[in-house]
């Protein structure tokens, strides 16, 4: 990285409290679910959680797959990872999350946002949706591994494990609001096998093909689209939980 970069300036290790009104400690900190891989916690503004975005958007496969890193500055990365940090306290779920080894060094991210109001039309109109999505929050998932990391294993346990934190956010939201919209969970993959995996590692089902936007480049035409199934990630949560424990075990 450059040493005149902006992101120099940025704190090692940012410090600063979250709001505790909107979430526990435990969150900022890092925290497993289950006998899980990964850790997970709410991405940090400081360089050693913006240095994998770095990495990513340098990588050229990863470039490849994630072309909206492509045309960002250390500016822009800076101003992407504020925007995330400003936006979680305000709405959920439109939020971002560092998975960590049990080092707490970020290897991956992964963050939320609120999905195209015509991928919902598109997708209910297909019946890859039920019509009542339309009056539900449904939020897109995207993540990212950092090239140099090679701990396999954490990037579908941290994405089963913010799909469960997104879960246990609404539980909270509803009982403190009385919102207990629905939420729909889904994704877009184009050309890239180890993101499909991840997704049905996850609980994810696979129900058809996609334009992402108007179909204006190659990329954004006939992606696959994927939706969550709650049951089967929990069912997949309670496995791999198992299978880790045994593992422990084992002298």
């Known amino acids: 990285m450059d040493t005149d970069s902006p992101i120099e ?58 072309p909206e890193l492509a045309d960002m500055n250390d500016e822009d990365l800076i101003k992407w990872a504020a925007h995330y940090m400003d936006r979680r306290t305000k709405r959920m779920p439109e939020m971002s999350f ?6 707490d060094i970020p290897q991956n991210i992964v963050y939320l946002y609120e999905t195209n109001a015509s991928h ?21 998932i995207s ?11 954490l990037v579908s346990s941290g994405v089963r494990q913010v799909l469960l934190k997104v879960q246990e956010m609404a539980q909270v939201r509803a009982k403190s609001t009385g919102d207990a919209a629905e939420i729909a969970v889904v994704a877009f993959t184009k050309h890239n096998p180890e993101s499909d995996r991840v997704l049905e590692r996850s609980g994810f089902i696979l129900k058809g093909n996609m334009d992402y936007e108007s179909g204006e480049t190659e990329e954004d035409k006939n992606n696959k689209f994927y939706v969550l199934d709650w049951n089967k990630l929990q069912e997949i949560f309670f496995q791999k939980s198992s299978e880790n424990l045994l593992a422990d075990r084992q002298p």
Do not use: W
């Not at 890092?30 to 709410?42: C, M």
């Not at 991405?43 to 990863?62: K, T, W």
């Open 9 to 66: 300036q940025l704190p090692a290790i940012h410090t600063s409290k979250l709001n505790p009104q909107d979430f526990s400690r435990r969150h900022d900190l890092g925290d497993r679910y289950g006998f899980e891989k990964a850790k997970v916690r709410l991405f940090r503004p400081d360089q050693q959680d913006i240095l994998p975005l770095v990495r990513l958007r340098d990588d050229p496969h990863a470039r490849e797959k994630m």
């Open 98 to 103: 560092a998975i960590c080894n049990k080092q």
């Open 143 to 153: 993540f990212g591994k950092d090239p140099i990391s090679n701990e396999k294993g």
């Open 120 to 140: 919902i039309d598109t997708a209910v109109e297909r019946e890859f949706l039920p019509v009542s999505s339309k009056n539900s929050r449904v939020i897109e």
